[in-house]
């Protein structure tokens, strides 16, 4: 929650519509990939193989995520606007 207040309140407007945007993308293609495999794998049989899959692309996820944000050095050195988020409550 915090994080959203965050983009919401200190990320240009149109960052965050596009942020917003390709999150709901990368969702829904999510989405129809477990469904296509969950329709191939649908034996009860198969149920540890679906574990593995959704356990591997969780952490596959986590790690994709890790490596982007701490990859991200542009705009940590800006610190102009740290006044306006203090004033608001944010830093």
Same mark, same amino acid.
């Given at each position: 929650?915090?994080?959203? +207040? *965050?983009?919401?309140?200190?990320? !240009?407007?149109?960052?965050? $519509? %596009?942020? $917003? %945007?390709? /999150?709901?993308s990368?969702?829904? *293609?999510? /989405?129809? +990939?477990?469904?296509?495999?969950a329709?191939?794998?649908?034996?009860?049989?198969?149920?540890?193989? *679906?574990?593995?899959?959704?356990?591997?692309t969780?952490?596959? &996820?986590a790690? +994709?995520?890790?490596?982007?944000?701490?990859?991200?050095? $542009?705009? *940590?050195? !800006?610190t102009?606007?740290?006044?306006?988020?203090?004033?608001?409550?944010l &830093?």
């Open positions: 929650m915090i994080s959203f +207040v *965050l983009l919401v309140q200190a990320v !240009d407007p149109a960052v965050v $519509s %596009s942020v $917003s %945007s390709a /999150e709901v990368l969702c829904s *293609l999510s /989405e129809l +990939v477990m469904l296509g495999i329709a191939i794998a649908s034996d009860p049989s198969s149920f540890g193989l *679906l574990v593995g899959l959704s356990s591997g969780v952490i596959a &996820a790690v +994709v995520y890790s490596v982007w944000v701490y990859g991200q050095t $542009s705009g *940590l050195e !800006d102009e606007h740290m006044p306006q988020m203090a004033a608001r409550g &830093a």
